[in-house]
């Protein structure tokens, strides 16, 4: 450390703790002085230590005297209003994780003399224990009087390595369990200077009766089979304090697969809801039997565990599938609650308020005489001790201020936890409707009571009702699922009546889903804990057949429901790409879990759009511009992730674009959209053609390949240079030559609607001028005629209408046309009026033609509009799974006739021809 400043007289101290320590030797008085004018963070213990064992005292005795002198500095600091609470914890953890790296660095050295080096039976390397942190000290969150709970592991088992006859050999596993056991009682021996720290094994697997190390192979053993609920609450704060990077990583891996659920685990608020009861009803026992221990800060209503646990039940919700939640720290995940908008930014600041608070009454609890204790003193004079400590006059006011807090912090845990009623009570008269279709009378009775409902077509109702009831699937549910699904059945057949007439096909849906959750408790767990999200699902369910299918396939997307918030506001496409691109590099070297990445976050998105989209907020050009942007980050984000797991890149930045055609090119993609892109590069490397086709190639695996999360999009790329026969990917200067040599006029047709997605932007200056360049070449206008209406006769006899529908899209005077007509207009007049080749769709394309006089103004606004309603109808129609978009007749007849009329008008043909 640096040098120390002059002393200052230290005054007596309301710690007894410290008043004892100072009274024993008059000699501490100015040590205590000196070290509590500086501030404790990052303290060089060793040095400290050094100077004591340097006068022939123990390592043992040392590090409890250095205990000794950093707490009393830490009680002082803390008390005079130096130190906060941030460096209270923060020191206090630094030393334990000192003191069991120091312990069991000369602890090992000792046993490799006697025993030789352990060594791992099949990799044949040397073994090391590894020392794990739990609780508050894996949080770094230590309390200056609290003992440390450690759990001890290490990676193979083996036997060790002896070099000499007087080393006598032992198994791994009895060579760290004598470590083990020694390491305990270096640090928690009572002796004539106390202890260092109070040792905790409890939250070894099996606890008490377990072993008290295990390998790698016995910890993955036991949470496969034996594994509870509390072990994952409390393995989320596991930190290793010792052994190899390379081991702890290991260890990593078998850990967060059981900490950690891949999807949304809300089932693990009624864990924790259960654990909390418990601890609460031994508090309330306790306190009965011991009304001396009463007003307990850590456990009590609205205590220090109930703020643990707010934070802590977001983490096993979601960290599987958000990294930056898996924090050790309670205050660090707080306040990504708060940045992620998980929770309100205002509660998390006011949980923290009273976090700290509740902390400092604990440490001032402790500092009395270093107890481990969080429930105040009886006798009144200590109590107004404590509220000296908190610079309170009267006890009465640190009460009246604790019960503010506490009763925020019961608001709070009670908002997530308090227990949802998502049926009938127990003693209600009314059965519930799908619990009764077991019954002997079940039939009638549901009958009896879908008609009471409202519920139209009772009788094929109450028959998918019994058929679904009677499922092996659901018969063969737990009997907590099952009775969770029953509950959720019932609440939401109101629901089906309150909306559209529709009622049969909205349970239809309804129950499909229900059937595809069934087996994930998680899922029914959040619609029990959240009712308002299941009224959610039923409108969706009602609105759309494709919106119930998709929500099928990804349940993990219940999780969107749950923010009304989000539900109403427009994306903020900075923040979607920055999480994503963290989200990515998090995962970088795991491609697996990069491509579900890509397809949740995607999906996520997409399922916000949707539930704005069905609840009316946007218009179908916002949508397809919203679902388009977000298809541009995907694939931005995409290439960049691809081009980094290949081993043979000859650059950092690959000199390689993505240029979108068809629906992604003019910005009007929707929800089950395949892409139409080419591949371009700029690059003159040797190498450069044949990293690029790898890329082409690996983009197109990351987008198209199966994994749990589905797929991001189908992938065509049929518009590339001479299609199917060409190259995967083509330098811009090739590209160029092609369009301007080779390529028939639809692929110029394509190409009006073309623009760049991702990628180089130097590329997109290019691609920019070269597709300006094609599209303003002269043409002939007979020839240019013949060969637009050739194409569109083409694309007709391929898709026949025997209906009596019209077809929105194939048939005549419908949306192909007006596509066809926009781009026979740019082809035809881009060389004398180049504003025309911007890519800004055809409603505004039409405009722009009819202010330049290339076409009659009141028909273009007709065709216009014609298009804007058969999009809309076709959305709508496409909302509820139908493969075709037809409409009768008479409801699209002005829009008809407009397109048709400015068809016959610009192609001199009649389109019925």
């Known amino acids: 450390m640096n040098d120390l400043p002059l002393p200052l007289p230290v005054t007596p101290s309301p710690s007894r703790f410290v008043q004892r320590w100072l009274n024993a030797d008059g000699s501490r008085a100015d040590t205590l002085a000196h070290l509590s004018r500086l501030s404790l963070r990052r303290t060089d213990f060793s040095a400290f230590l050094q100077k004591e064992i340097d006068v022939g005292i123990s390592l043992q005795r040392a590090m409890r005297r250095l205990r000794n002198l950093l707490i009393s500095a830490l009680i002082t600091r803390d008390l005079g209003g130096q130190a906060d609470l941030d460096e209270v914890v923060t020191t ?16 090992m050295a000792d046993m490799v003399l006697a025993h030789g080096m352990p060594t791992g039976e099949d990799s044949g390397e040397a073994q090391e224990m590894i020392v794990l942190g739990m609780g508050k000290l894996g949080g770094r969150e230590l309390n200056v009087s609290s003992d440390i709970d450690l759990i001890f592991c290490y990676a193979e088992d083996g036997e060790t390595h002896t070099t000499s006859e007087q080393q006598r050999p032992l198994s ?68 290793a304090l010792t052994g190899r990077q390379s081991d702890i990583d290991a260890l990593d891996k078998i850990v967060r697969p059981f900490v950690y659920r891949r999807y949304l685990d809300y089932g693990a608020i009624d864990s924790l809801r259960s654990m909390h009861a418990q601890i609460r009803a031994e508090v309330i026992r306790q306190e009965t039997r011991h009304p001396e221990r009463s007003n307990n800060v850590k456990l009590g209503r609205g205590g220090i565990r109930e703020i643990e646990f707010l934070s802590q039940v977001f983490q096993l919700i979601r960290g599987g599938r958000e990294a930056v939640l898996r924090d050790r720290s309670t205050r660090a995940t707080l306040r990504i609650l708060g940045e992620k908008g998980i929770l309100e930014p205002l509660v998390v600041e006011k949980l923290l308020d009273s976090y700290s608070f509740l902390r400092n009454v604990e440490h001032r609890l402790q500092y009395l005489d270093d107890a481990q204790t969080h429930t105040f003193p009886a006798r009144p004079e200590d109590q107004q001790i404590i509220a000296q400590m908190m610079n309170y006059a009267d006890t009465e006011e640190l009460f009246r201020q604790l019960a503010g807090h506490r009763q925020f912090v019961a608001e709070q845990f009670d908002a997530i936890f308090k227990e949802k009623k998502s049926g009938p009570s127990a003693d209600d008269d009314e059965r519930m409707i799908a619990a009764t279709l077991s019954e002997s ?12 409902l409202g519920f139209n077509d009772v009788p094929a109702a109450v028959q998918r009702l019994m058929a679904t009831w009677q499922s092996p699937r659901l018969q063969s549910l737990p009997e907590n699922s099952r009775n969770k699904l029953v509950a959720l059945i019932n609440n939401a057949l109101s629901m089906i009546v309150a909306q559209s007439d529709t009622h049969l096909q909205t349970l239809n849906r309804l ?33 759309s057949d494709w919106a119930a299918k998709f929500l099928s396939r990804h349940p993990i997307l219940l999780d969107e429901l749950l923010d009304e918030s989000v539900l109403h506001q427009p994306p903020d496409w900075g923040a979607f790409a920055l999480e994503l691109q963290q989200q990515l590099d ?26 704005q989209d069905l609840e009316g907020e946007l218009t179908v050009e916002h949508l397809a511009d919203a679902l388009s942007r977000l298809a541009d980050l995907i694939v931005s984000a995409t290439i960049q992730a691809a081009w980094e797991t290949i081993s043979t890149r000859h650059r950092e930045q690959p000199q390689f674009a993505v240029i979108a055609y068809g629906k992604l090119g003019g910005k009007e993609l929707g929800y089950a959209s395949d892409l139409d892109v080419i591949f371009l590069y700029d690059d003159d490397d040797q190498d450069a053609p044949a990293a690029y086709a790898k890329l082409a190639q690996r983009f197109i695996t ?28 083509s330098s811009v200067a090739s590209f160029a030559r092609y369009q301007e040599k080779s390529a028939w006029l639809w692929e110029h047709q394509a190409l009006t609607r073309a623009r760049f997605c991702a990628g180089e932007a130097s590329i997109a200056q290019q691609f920019d001028q070269v597709r300006e360049n094609v599209l303003r070449q002269r043409r002939d206008t007979a020839a240019l005629r013949a060969e637009v209406l050739s194409m569109r006769k083409k694309m007709r006899d391929a898709h026949p209408n025997r209906s009596e529908l019209f077809d929105l899209k194939q048939d005549a005077g419908g949306m192909i046309d007006i596509e066809f007509i926009v781009q026979f207009l740019v082809l035809e007049y881009a060389c004398p009026y180049p504003q025309v080749t911007a890519n800004s769709g055809n409603i505004a394309l039409l405009k722009l033609c009819a202010e330049l006089g290339l076409i009659d103004a009141g ?49 001199e043909t009649d389109v019925e021809a």
């Open 859 to 907: 028909l273009a606004e007709k065709v216009a509009d014609a298009y804007r309603n058969f999009r809309r109808l076709q959305h709508k129609h496409r909302l509820q799974g139908d493969e075709k978009a037809r409409v009768a007749p008479e409801l699209v007849a002005d829009g008809v006739a407009a397109t048709k009329a400015l068809w016959k008008i610009l192609l």
């Open 441 to 452: 009378d079940g039939h009638e009775v549901v009958e009896a009571q879908l008609a009471a």
């Open 702 to 729: 990351w987008m198209t390949c199966h994994t749990p999360a589905g797929i991001l999009f189908d992938i065509d790329i049929a518009l590339r240079p001479d299609g199917a026969s060409g190259l995967l990917v």
């Open 586 to 611: 998090h995962a970088k070297g795991d491609t697996e879990r990069q491509m579900e990445t890509l397809r949740e976050m995607h999906h996520a998105l997409l399922f916000r759009l949707l539930a």
């Open 511 to 543: 129950l499909d889903f229900m059937e595809a959750i069934a087996r994930r408790a998680a899922y029914l767990a959040l619609l029990t804990e959240y009712p308002y999200a299941l009224k959610r699902v039923v409108r969706m369910m009602d609105s």
């Open 92 to 107: 206090v953890s630094e030393f334990a994780d000192f003191a069991v790296q120091t312990h069991l660095q000369a602890l």
């Open 172 to 239: 791994n596993h009895e060579f760290f369990s004598r470590l083990g056991k020694k390491l305990i009682a270096a640090i928690s021996e009572v002796t004539e200077d106390g202890f260092s720290f109070r040792v905790d094994m409890a939250l070894r697997p099996n606890g008490a009766s377990g072993p008290l190390v295990a390998s790698f192979a016995m910890v993955e053993e036991y949470f496969m089979i034996q594994g509870r609920e509390w072990e994952r609450y409390a393995w989320v704060k596991a930190r």
